[in-house]
């Protein structure tokens, strides 16, 4: 009997069973009076196992705050004890805001002392056993990165690989088959992140997933469109572009990734002694002063995505007609109104933060007062919302910091924070998400909102994590009757870019060129469910909201077209028959407009 495929199952049930223990036995080396904790040895014996196997690397994929630097550096210990003199150089690579918090750990948790090289500036090329580098730096240094080769590089904060598009990832990893890019090699990756899919889409794994599974037979793991096909609900999206943002067989790529190079394992499964962590949104009182801005800039946004909607109309309308010059003109016309829009978007965020800021220092006052040994972490968006913030709360010697603070700056204000009884108030933004500990304080506040939740989390999670002894209050602010925010949340995800070029060989004339014709097949396919009889409704039906729409659109008094669909129903109107494409997009306008045509027209047009 062949043994073989048995042991085969077996071994794979037992590295998924692995990739959730929170406790383990393993022996791994530390410095005199310092030890892992259980979860943390499974981890580095999971890593272990990995590098047994002969796999590429391993994902640390523990959640936020516990300590996946440890289990790393662990690695280390553990790869010296091992294989004495096998391990020479090292390379982590990190957000900037984290390089000298690895550069301590490491100087505490080494068992065998290393020369430690931090990387500063795009000058600062410096040879030693391990070297730590921000993601921004490598692009300066890839030609010593690739001369040096490493045997272990650790991408800490590695959801910052997450786009297999972009310079960082193609430096460091590679660029898969097509290879442009060569990866930094290495014999053995780490990669360590609590948020491996930050916007909860398989998509963002297939950077890690290529590189892990880089000897694999199966396609799923080696060809993109084959993985993107099973786990990104692969179809075709608006535009006839290939859309990849969804997800798809979850349960089965979960398994395949534990089985095989993942482990994560959850706070609430290991730190059962970690209080909990509780939401609020506060609405704040808003005076009728902002109550009226807020309202006006609710409507200015509101009638900006009526315009892009005409605008968008108008390129499927020239799409179906044709009309080349017109695409052209859509498209150009769409970016250039999306540009003002997201100007407008950006500076009203501005505007609201200012707006918050005297309401949130009284919010604050009122509670640093309740509990005179509290200290805030105070979360904000812009600096100079922040500045005022740092101004009217001066009392509680605030400690700021941002893109613009300085390393040694940003060191100085965390150990200011958590070791100074006078030092009440953190001010951070997002340069402050990631890899700092801030446990003196169980009270964070959002005075201004990110709009990307895993960002959230890792904000809450300074606060929240590995000795942290009281609950953790998070509270949202926000303003009453502030409903123009959410209204903007939702203006976001609904701006499209122009589409650009698809390659570098393509001109935009190509490009405007399958553009047009990618969306006309859109709508050549909705035509074939609509008979002659239909199209001849339909056309007639356009026809009578033409007659009535004389003003075309200029007036809101709900006769006629409205005034994303009027230019594209009077061309479409002025047609001596309608045809396919146009059929399709004819419907959509005259069913828009229903409520002013016959219902038995209506019920002809939906008839299946």
């Known amino acids: 009997m062949n043994s073989g495929p048995i042991r085969k199952v077996v071994d794979e049930v037992l590295r998924l069973r692995s990739s959730r223990r929170v406790t383990s036995e393993f022996s791994v080396p530390s410095p005199p009076g310092l030890e892992y904790r259980p979860y943390q040895l499974g981890a580095i014996e999971y890593a272990w196992g990995c590098m047994e196997r002969e796999q590429p690397g391993v994902l640390f994929a523990d959640d936020m705050g516990l300590g996946k630097t440890l289990e790393s550096i662990g690695l280390i210990n553990l790869w010296d004890e091992r ?72 991408c800490d904060e590695s959801h910052n ?27 053995f990756l780490v990669m360590a992140t609590g948020t491996p899919m930050p916007n909860a889409r398989p998509a963002e794994l297939w950077s890690t997933v290529r590189v892990m599974c880089r000897d694999f037979r199966n396609p799923r793991f080696t060809d993109w469109w084959k993985f993107a096909n099973r786990y990104c609900n692969g179809g075709v999206g608006w535009g006839g572009k290939r859309d990849f943002t969804g997800a798809s067989n979850l349960p089965e790529l979960q398994q395949f990734i534990r089985t095989h190079f993942m482990i994560r394992r959850m706070k609430r499964d290991v730190l059962k002694e970690l209080p909990e962590k509780t939401r609020q949104i506060i609405r704040l009182p808003a005076s009728d002063k902002v109550k009226r801005r807020l309202d006006r800039a609710q409507r200015q946004f509101v009638l900006a995505d009526e315009t892009l909607e005409s605008v968008r109309t108008a390129r499927e309308a020239a799409a179906i007609l044709d009309d080349e010059e017109g695409f052209r003109e859509a498209i150009r016309s769409l970016a250039q109104k999306q540009q003002v829009a997201f100007d407008e978007l950006a500076a009203f965020r501005l505007e609201c933060g200012e ?24 979360f904000g968006w812009h600096r100079s919302v922040m500045g005022r913030l740092q101004a009217d709360l001066s009392e509680y010697q605030p400690v700021v910091v941002h893109g613009g603070v300085s390393e040694g700056a940003r060191r100085e204000s965390v150990r200011a924070f958590q070791e100074d009884p006078g030092v009440r108030v953190f001010l951070g933004n997002k340069a402050a998400y990631e890899g700092i500990t801030l446990t003196a304080s169980d009270l964070v506040i959002f005075v201004e909102q990110d709009w990307v939740p895993a960002n959230i989390t890792q904000a809450e999670d300074r606060a929240h994590r590995f000795g942290q002894k009281k609950p953790v209050l998070v509270q949202h602010l926000t303003m009453e009757g502030s409903i123009a925010v959410r209204i903007l949340e939702d203006l976001i995800t609904k701006q499209e870019i122009a589409d650009k070029t698809l390659d570098d060989k393509c001109t935009p004339d190509q490009a405007a060129q399958r553009e047009k014709q990618a969306r006309k097949q859109i709508w050549e396919g909705l035509s074939e469910e609509i008979s002659w009889d239909q199209a001849q409704v339909i056309h007639r039906c356009l026809k009578e909201l033409v007659a009535i729409d004389s003003d075309k659109a200029s007036k809101a008094d709900g006769k006629g077209l409205n005034r994303v669909y009027s230019a594209a129903g009077h061309a479409l109107a002025e047609r001596e028959t309608l045809k396919g494409a146009q059929a399709a997009f004819a419907r959509k306008i005259v069913l828009t407009h229903r409520r002013q045509l016959k219902p038995e027209d209506i019920r002809l047009i939906c008839e299946d």
């Open 355 to 378: 707006m918050i800021v005297p309401m949130a220092v009284e919010h604050i006052h009122g509670m640093l007062k309740e509990d005179r040994e509290r200290k805030a972490l105070v």
């Open 83 to 154: 294989r004495p003199n096998d391990l020479q150089r090292v390379l982590i690579v990190c957000p900037k805001s984290v390089k000298f918090v690895w550069l301590d750990e490491l100087r505490k948790w080494l068992v065998h002392s290393r020369e430690i090289a931090v990387i500063q500036g795009r000058n600062g090329w410096e040879e030693a056993e391990i070297a730590i580098m921000n993601y921004a730096l490598v692009k300066y240094y890839k030609e010593q990165l690739d001369e040096a080769g490493f045997d272990l590089i650790i």
């Open 161 to 187: 690989l997450k786009n297999q598009k972009a310079g960082v990832t193609r430096l460091l990893l590679g660029n898969g088959k097509n290879v442009k890019e060569e990866p930094v090699p290495t014999r």
